[in-house]
């Protein structure tokens, strides 16, 4: 059974960075899609940024490109965002998921429980 597991959440002021991490467990993930999406006060989740585990090709939603990447530790099994210049837009719970397969696709079957990212002005 896949369990993910997100860290690093926090407060932090505009402009600032945050790391988030997502350990993975419960199977090898070869052949797996990991992602992060994020849900704000009031909206829809929205797909942030994903990576295939094996190859290590990334997506990103237009709005934090330049700005978050995505990368994953196979020798620890865990998915990371790094998050700079970040904006109050940003403010959000943020999850962690996977997917089997590798083309591109905002359908995730494995969700974690989510960190909220706050970011003041």
């Known amino acids: 059974q896949v369990q993910l597991v997100e860290s690093g959440g926090g407060l932090v002021q505009a402009g600032g960075s945050l790391r988030l991490s997502c350990a993975a467990s419960?199977?090898?993930?070869?052949?797996?899609?990991m992602g992060w999406f994020r849900q704000a006060p009031g909206k829809e989740r929205e797909f942030v940024a994903a990576?295939?585990?094996?190859?290590?090709?990334?997506y990103y939603e237009d709005s934090v490109k330049g700005r978050f990447t995505i990368s994953r530790d196979k020798a620890k099994n865990t998915v990371y965002l790094q998050m700079n210049s970040l904006k109050p837009e940003d403010t959000a719970v943020y999850y962690c998921?996977?997917?089997?397969?590798?083309?591109?696709?905002?359908?995730?079957?494995?969700w974690g429980q989510g960190t909220q990212v706050t970011v003041s002005s």
């Open positions: 419960g199977r090898t993930f070869s052949g797996y899609t």
């Open positions: 990576v295939t585990w094996s190859g290590g090709t990334t």
């Open positions: 998921a996977a997917r089997l397969g590798v083309a591109y696709s905002h359908n995730f079957n494995y």
